[in-house]
């Protein structure tokens, strides 16, 4: 008996070497680097590839979390913003975000100007004295005017670009190959991240309503070895603090951002600044 046995397993084991799909492909893995000062997140399964920025945004009121999905497969996936999950981790709920469309609108309202707005000549937001809805109002004629001069500036063409950012690239991409190492896998990450100028850095400047709103993630449908990209908005102060770490402490604020692609999931953890 014990003959058959051993005679039984050496079979097997010849069979599992001559069927090399017995076992699914590892995946690459996960890591980070940074572009201009922002951690950026990756997760690289076997054929999706997520990564992850998230940093307080629009005068600091609202949380910007950047995702860009990268096909790596061989079909089409579609991807809605509904479908992405971001949570308050101290408080332990969901977030209820607020899309680029209706942010917009609301810049675009002038008492709101100086709630959102920049100062970007001396690098600090307007003072709650500078809030249009407590001031006379004879001044809304001078807060129209430096609405206009506001947008004007966003509308600089070093800050402002003429595509929407969630549209999936048309054009095929070499992405990265199969036995690519970690470290390769990250080169071409951070120059993809790095190939324009970074949307979380510019929402930190002055900005208009309508790069908002160009910038916000919206469905679509990732063909392969293509990419999609945008930002979802949340309130940062709907945001809780632990209980007991200091008061101004930026690592007392997580958030955890779970993503599906297909039959997949990503799931990242920040710290909120």
């Known amino acids: 008996m014990r003959y058959i046995l051993c005679a039984a397993l050496f079979c097997s084991l010849l069979g599992a070497q001559d069927n090399p799909a017995v076992s699914p492909p590892s995946p690459r893995g996960d890591g980070m680097f940074y572009v201009n000062g922002i ?3 990756f997760i690289s399964l076997t054929n999706y590839t ?19 999905i990268l096909n790596n ?20 709920r969901d977030l209820e975000g607020i899309s680029g469309a209706e942010l917009a609108k609301r810049m675009r309202r002038p008492y709101n100007w100086s709630r959102f707005a920049v100062n970007t000549a001396s690098g600090r937001a ?12 004879q001044h809304s004629d001078i807060m129209r005017a430096m609405q206009q001069m506001a947008s004007q500036m966003a509308n600089a063409p070093p800050v402002l ?13 070499s992405g990265i190959a199969p036995g690519a190492t970690i470290s390769d896998e990250v080169s071409y990450l951070r120059r993809k991240e790095g190939s324009r ?31 999609l990209e945008g930002v979802f908005y949340y309130p940062m102060g709907k945001l809780a603090r632990g209980p007991t770490a200091p008061k101004k402490a930026a690592q007392t604020r997580m958030v955890r951002v779970t993503v599906p692609v297909g039959d997949e999931k990503f799931q990242f953890m920040f710290a909120v600044e």
């Open 39 to 41: 951690d950026y997140h």
């Open 50 to 68: 997520v990564v992850v920025a998230a940093h307080s945004v629009v005068n600091r009121k609202f949380l910007g979390v950047k995702v860009r």
């Open 73 to 92: 497969g061989q079909h089409s996936v579609t991807v809605r913003p509904e479908d992405v999950r971001v949570e308050d981790a101290v408080a332990g």
């Open 126 to 137: 307007p003072d709650a004295a500078d809030d249009p809805e407590t001031i006379d109002p």
């Open 161 to 173: 670009s003429t595509l929407s950012i969630t549209e999936a690239t048309g054009q095929p991409d």
């Open 197 to 227: 100028p970074d949307v979380l850095m510019q929402l930190q400047r002055q900005i208009s309503p309508d790069y908002l709103e160009r910038t916000s993630f919206l469905a679509n449908t990732i063909p392969p070895r293509a990419d």
